[in-house]
């Protein structure tokens, strides 16, 4: 069964910095494709990140690309989102997702983890 778990998302002041991380297990992942979604109050889901299982090839969405930086630790199973110069409009609850073809519908889904920037 397959089980990702996220992290560190919390509360930050505009301009601040968040680290998101997410623990996959139950699978064996290579050849994965693992990424991030946000869901803000009263909007549909959102892709903001992927990234290839060997960390070779990433993606992200325009509104974030230059403040957010996805990698992965292999050893350790664990996908991160490193968020920097967070805007209030990154306020969500952000997910972790993970599929073998594309990232865009994923079949395993994080159960997510608050986002909230203040201005």
């Known amino acids: 069964q397959v089980l990702l778990v996220e992290s560190g998302g919390g509360s930050v002041q505009a301009g601040g910095s968040l680290r998101l991380s997410c623990a996959a297990s139950?699978?064996?992942?290579?050849?994965?494709?693992m990424g991030w979604f946000r869901q803000a109050p009263g909007k549909e889901r959102e892709f903001v990140s992927g990234?290839?299982?060997?960390?070779?090839?990433?993606y992200y969405a325009d509104s974030v690309k230059g403040r957010f930086t996805i990698s992965i630790d292999n050893a350790k199973n664990t996908v991160f989102l490193q968020m920097n110069s967070l805007k209030p409009e990154d306020t969500a609850l952000y997910y972790c997702?993970?599929?073998?073809?594309?990232?865009?519908?994923?079949?395993?889904w994080g159960q997510g983890t608050q986002v909230n920037v203040s201005s």
């Open positions: 990234i290839s299982w060997s960390g070779g090839l990433t």
């Open positions: 997702a993970a599929d073998a073809t594309t990232i865009l519908y994923p079949d395993y």
């Open positions: 139950g699978h064996t992942f290579s050849n994965y494709i």
